[in-house]
């Protein structure tokens, strides 16, 4: 061997050193080219499914207690609404027998002071016989019974509330003290 054939060893090294790093830069090359083209699944089922629970967890309880507080709110009036409504009812129907169980009582025709107070006393009467307690307080008793039963009646022009709701009130009263 001759001498100019032959490397040092240091020379040697330094020539095949590019030739070592070659597979390190093809893999380092590949690595983001490969990265680039692959898929990346991200699993955020479970994490919607955990956020909706807690979401569901602060808001149930402040949806029921909206609806708590609608309800409370409207109870009040509700409860008027129908309390109003049975008492009309109450003083409708007792009208409307006492109109059909009075002699000479005829609905639309003028009533006169005798028989406006006796159709007063017999819806009075039957008003306190049929309906329940609750609904006769809520009505202002036999003297509201009476007096809304008189604003419905088509009297003759000489009645008024001395001559005609004050005596059909008495009589109602007195037959219902006898029972």
Do not use: H
Request: include cysteine; aromatic fraction near 4%; proline fraction near 6%.
């Amino acid at each position: 061997m001759s001498a100019r054939n032959t490397l040092p060893p240091f020379r040697l090294a330094a020539a095949l050193r590019p030739v070592a790093l070659l597979p390190a830069a093809c893999v380092t090359a590949c690595i983001p080219a490969q990265a680039a083209t692959a898929d990346i699944v991200v699993q955020w089922g479970d994490a919607v499914v955990t956020g909706a629970q807690a979401l569901s967890t602060v808001l149930v309880p402040l949806a029921v207690t909206a609806a708590g507080a609608a309800a409370a709110r409207m109870a009040g009036p509700l409860r008027f609404l129908v309390t109003t409504t049975l008492v009309e009812r109450l003083v409708r129907n007792a009208s409307d027998y006492a109109l059909n169980a009075v002699a000479g009582a005829v609905r639309g025709k003028s009533l006169t002071i005798p028989l406006g107070s006796a159709v007063i006393a017999r819806a009075v009467q039957r008003a306190l016989d049929q309906a329940p307690a609750w609904l006769i307080q809520a009505a202002g008793g036999p003297a509201g019974i009476a007096e809304k039963i008189f604003r419905g009646l088509t009297l003759e022009e000489a009645a008024n509330a001395g001559n005609t709701l004050t005596p059909g009130l008495d009589a109602a009263l007195k037959r219902r003290s006898r029972v």
